[in-house]
């Protein structure tokens, strides 16, 4: 007689750039999967476990089309629904920089933040105006899951993440010049031109949530802001 099946649940969210996804929680073999994965400090090992893994618990079909909020969101919310939605870590307290707490942060309450200021069409001139995208999932795994991440150069990210250059009339996609093209285009900018690009990725949205931290030993309360995919998982 054959064992019985366990039924997974599906759960229903909408991501923050408005794609309603169907997806269940983590099974046990693909949590150990991202684990291992992150074990080994490999970005294409990680980067290959987290495709997997939305793939698997998720009705996406292409994953690389995800903004990175939108991947945070989402892993979030398969973390909720897999391991508990209140999360349990220890913080230091900001007021002594030494005392560390214990905290707990209910998932469901922390949402992605949109600035108002934020927008991906950057005027850099009369004449030019650039349409930036979001970053791809390898840009995500590198600054969630390596403890070590390098120093990415900004003029790469910004053409890794150039969708197209209007000038009047004419539009040039990103897609169709090279990687060293677009970043001797960003080079040829002034400060104030280029400082456009940077509060683009400064600004862009992400999961944030603050908390009130008490410190038992100077009995100060203060607010703590927790930013990024990573800081939940502390």
Known sequence: MPLPKLSIPDYECVLPRGQKVTYRPFLVREEKLLYLAMETQDNKEMIKAVKDIIKACTNIKNVNDLATFDIEYLFLKIRGKSV?????????C????????????????????????????????????????????????????????????????????????????????????????????????????????QKFFETMPKLTHTIEVFNPKTEVTSPIVLEGLASFFA
Do not use: R, W
């Open 84 to 92: 508990g939605e209140v999360s349990e870590f220890k913080i230091i």
């Open 94 to 197: 900001p007021d002594d920089e030494t005392t560390k707490v214990d905290i707990q942060v209910n998932l469901d309450e922390v949402k992605v933040q949109i600035p108002k200021d934020h927008t991906n069409k950057l005027q850099v001139s009369d004449e030019i105006t650039i349409t930036m995208k979001y970053p791809s999932l390898d840009v995500f795994v590198k600054n969630n899951l390596v403890d070590n991440p390098g120093v990415d150069d900004l003029f790469k990210l910004a053409a890794t993440c150039t969708d197209s250059i209007a000038e009047g009339e004419d539009v040039y996609e990103g897609k169709d010049h090279t990687t060293k093209e677009l970043v001797e285009f960003y080079e040829s900018m002034d400060s104030v031109q280029f400082s456009k690009v």
